[in-house]
């Protein structure tokens, strides 16, 4: 089977994991870093190169004060405790978003790790922290509109790699495969330009219900997939196997 070169998941369903067992919402968020444990350790043993997570969005800003600082709470607890792990299993740490917004001792936690696992190469694990799409599409037009003010670059030059180039994204693959759990089918503002011809996947499993067994179906179900970017399925088919070759 052909797994995904960049995984992208949407984890979202922690709130109503805790609601619906009478806990406060932090209780779902502390039980949906357990499963981004074990899902970055079953990517990395399935050897999927990009795994890309979205943990805080431009917009969960706006949720009460308690819950914004208990998600910066625990995003220091799991940054510390994930270094060895990391560290042991060759993954790189990668952080996108307005990573300037964040509270200076998580960003503290944050640079040192992407600091001591930079030079790792067995998987680029990207957090996406108060990450918007939109706010970094604007960001990178006003670094794009600066190059050119600055007569470095010339607007007939800025190509689709050029401007791609100016995105948080520019050192990873776009995405092939976005997950999304807790059945919302909505993007809410994440990799709005990367994701441009990903193959979608919604499940209703509410973030701290899924595991690699939930991951498997659904990597099963990208390797059903025919991408055929525009192309007709005639031209985009693999030439059939020879017996007795193997599916990967
Ligand atoms: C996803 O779970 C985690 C974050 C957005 C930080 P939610 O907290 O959105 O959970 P629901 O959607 O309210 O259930
Ligand atoms: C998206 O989930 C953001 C993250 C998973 C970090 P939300 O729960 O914030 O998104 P909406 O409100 O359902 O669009
Ligand atoms: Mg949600």
Same mark, same amino acid.
């Given at each position: 089977?052909?797994?995904?070169?960049?995984?992208?998941?949407?984890?979202?369903?922690?709130?109503?994991?805790?609601?619906?067992?009478?806990?406060?919402?932090?209780?779902?968020?502390?039980?949906?870093?357990?499963?981004?444990?074990?899902?970055?350790?079953?990517?990395?043993?399935?050897?999927?190169?990009?795994?890309?997570?979205?943990?805080?969005?431009?917009?969960?800003?706006?949720?009460?004060?308690?819950?914004?600082?208990?998600?910066?709470?625990?995003?220091?607890?799991?940054?510390?405790?994930?270094?060895?792990?990391?560290?042991?299993?060759?993954?790189?740490?990668?952080?996108?978003?307005?990573?300037?917004?964040?509270?200076?001792?998580?960003?503290?936690?944050?640079?040192?790790?992407?600091?001591?696992?930079?030079?790792?190469?067995?998987?680029?694990?990207? /957090? @996406?922290?108060?990450?918007?799409?939109?706010? !970094?599409? #604007?960001?990178?037009?006003?670094?794009?509109? $600066?190059?050119? =003010? %600055?007569?470095?670059?010339?607007?007939?030059?800025?190509?689709?790699?050029?401007?791609?180039?100016?995105?948080?994204?520019?050192?990873?693959?776009?995405?092939?495969?976005?997950?999304?759990?807790?059945?919302?089918?909505?993007?809410?503002?994440?990799?709005?330009?990367? /994701? @441009?011809?990903?193959?979608?996947?919604?499940? !209703?499993? #509410?973030?701290?219900?899924?595991?690699?067994? $939930?991951?498997? =179906? %659904?990597?099963?179900?990208?390797?059903?997939?025919?991408?055929?970017?525009?192309?007709?399925?005639?031209?985009?088919?693999?030439?059939?196997?020879?017996?007795?070759?193997?599916?990967?």
């Amino acid at each position: 089977m052909s797994y995904p070169q960049h995984l992208a998941i949407i984890m979202d369903g922690n709130g109503r994991w805790a609601e619906q067992r009478r806990l406060p919402r932090i209780a779902g968020h502390r039980r949906g870093v357990e499963t981004v444990q074990e899902i970055v350790k079953e990517c990395r043993s399935l050897g999927i190169p990009h795994l890309t997570l979205y943990a805080f969005s431009s917009e969960n800003w706006g949720r009460p004060h308690d819950e914004v600082g208990a998600l910066m709470e625990l995003l220091g607890l799991f940054l510390k405790r994930e270094l060895q792990t990391m560290l042991a299993n060759d993954i790189r740490l990668k952080v996108i978003g307005e990573v300037g917004r964040l509270p200076g001792k998580v960003r503290e936690i944050l640079e040192q790790t992407v600091s001591r696992t930079a030079a790792n190469s067995g998987m680029v694990l990207t /957090l @996406a922290l108060s990450y918007g799409a939109r706010n !970094e599409l #604007l960001r990178a037009v006003r670094d794009v509109a $600066e190059e050119v =003010r %600055a007569g470095r670059v010339e607007p007939e030059a800025i190509d689709e790699s050029c401007f791609a180039g100016h995105l948080d994204t520019a050192e990873l693959p776009d995405p092939d495969f976005l997950i999304r759990t807790s059945g919302e089918m909505r993007i809410s503002n994440f990799l709005l330009w990367q /994701l @441009a011809y990903a193959e979608l996947y919604f499940t !209703e499993a #509410l973030w701290p219900d899924f595991s690699s067994r $939930e991951l498997h =179906r %659904a990597l099963e179900e990208f390797g059903r997939r025919q991408r055929r970017f525009g192309l007709t399925g005639a031209q985009v088919q693999k030439p059939a196997r020879r017996q007795g070759e193997k599916n990967h």
